[in-house]
């Protein structure tokens, strides 16, 4: 069930929708954000540790052996850029249920999920497959998904938008990055 009313959105109106929460709404909502949290956060971590060594980073052969792009970012960025859009993505999913609940609304969530499933895919297709060419045709299906979420959500809590603002701009330069990646290393034996 939702268990909001809509609302202008603001700080102070999310403050007094917490205040006059029940326990149990008070409880839901911290067990649905908690979820959301370790969904997106805890999900991209597993997947990711899958892959770090054999993958990516410096101590993959694969990976160390691809002629690079010119503009790859340094390895360390890759963990805190993408814990931190993780997050922005479980607080906007969050605040997006709080609208639609699961089941009475469910078209915006379905649409993320989805999304969700597509970004955890393109790991598994670049850092275990290893294949440029099938992740560069993927990150471009993930980053529509992105587009169409951001669109629902949209719809349904405006805000929620600028949350997944970081995120499709980091999908956009690693699709550019995966293309050339791709482009660059078509007659390489490793890729």
């Known amino acids: 069930a939702v268990v909001s009313t809509q609302s202008t959105g603001g700080a102070g109106d999310c403050w007094k929708e917490v205040q006059g929460m029940s326990r149990k709404e008070l409880l839901l909502n911290c067990a ?57 993505m479980a607080i ?8 639609t ?22 790991i598994l297709i670049f850092g275990v497959a290893k294949s440029l060419l099938w992740s560069s045709i993927e990150i471009l299906v993930l980053w529509g998904s992105i587009v169409a979420t951001m669109y629902l959500f949209y719809k349904v809590k405006k805000w929620t938008v600028l949350l997944l603002v970081p995120y499709l701009l980091w999908v956009t330069f690693a699709t550019i990055l995966n293309w050339t990646l791709w482009e660059k290393n078509q007659d390489n034996p490793y890729a």
């Open 101 to 122: 609940g699961f089941c009475d609304k469910p078209i915006p969530l379905v649409v993320f999920f989805a999304s969700l499933v597509l970004n955890f895919a393109w």
């Open 92 to 99: 906007a999913a969050f605040f997006v249920w709080r609208e």
């Open 32 to 88: 649905v954000l908690i979820f959301f949290i370790l969904l997106c956060v805890g999900g991209g971590l597993i997947f990711f540790t899958q892959v770090a060594d054999d993958g990516f980073g410096s101590d993959s052969e694969w990976f160390s052996n691809l002629t690079k792009t010119g503009f790859d970012p340094p390895a360390a960025a890759y963990a805190p850029v993408w814990t931190i859009l993780y997050l922005l």
